[in-house]
């Protein structure tokens, strides 16, 4: 009888799509019990997207790029009246988001490839899961997914770390983390067509990550 040997498939790149399925399928169960309900105690990430949610055509189809398990940011747009669909690429993420809001709607899809066309984005802590040097392709995918008029607004962390941490959510991973600059997001939104209306940072509130977030809210240039 010939010998076999088994082969154990190698690791997926870092901060590529292949390793956010990893970890993601991974923590979502965790990160779920951590977050389901953390909008509760952030006023300041209420009114932003309150005021996202207002400056979106009435009925605008959104997406929720990035959307978790939780799928908190995706029920209170749906909730303000728009065609919200919240993607992930985590598929235990997206299953986790529907069995918790029922009644919103939720895919497994690569918010760097998006397809249809939209009158709103959101990208709520998204961008972490990949290297600062794929943000200007992210953005400009953004800006060809956004109908001109389209509105934008993501909340990233401030900072200005790119690489394989442990993971900051307290789960046993490693995995990637990128945070980003006012500059770095102002900047890459304007070389992608986005008019940057506001972009403001506020200190981390007592029971989060201690560090600065960052809110830009753009619009599709025509």
Not at 53 to 82: E, K, S
Request: charged share 25%.
């Amino acid at each position: 009888m010939p010998e076999t040997t088994s082969t154990t498939p190698p690791a997926p790149v870092p901060g590529s799509a292949a390793d956010v399925v990893r970890t993601w399928d991974a923590r979502a169960d965790h990160y779920l019990r951590l977050f389901r309900d953390e909008l509760e105690s952030k006023p300041f990430d209420l009114e932003a997207l309150d005021a996202f949610a207002g400056r979106v055509v009435p009925g605008g189809r959104v997406y929720d790029a990035g959307c978790g398990p939780c799928g908190h940011v995706t029920q209170f747009l749906t909730d303000r009246g728009l065609d919200v669909l919240g993607i992930d690429l985590s598929p235990r993420c997206v299953a986790l988001a529907r069995r918790e809001r029922p009644d919103c709607r939720f895919a497994v899809q690569d918010h760097r490839t998006l397809t249809e066309p939209l009158d709103g984005l959101v990208a709520y802590y998204s961008l972490h899961d990949q290297p600062r040097a794929g943000l200007p392709a992210t953005l400009a995918a953004w800006a060809t997914a956004l109908r001109p008029g389209g509105q934008l607004l993501v909340v990233a962390k401030e900072g200005t770390h790119d690489g394989v941490i442990d993971d900051p959510l307290g789960s046993d991973l490693r995995v990637y983390w990128a945070e980003f600059t006012e500059y770095e997001l102002r900047r890459a939104a304007g070389n992608a067509s986005f008019r940057v209306d506001t972009c403001t940072v506020r200190e981390a509130y007592e029971n989060e990550i201690p560090t600065r977030r960052i809110y830009l809210a753009a619009t599709r240039a025509a």
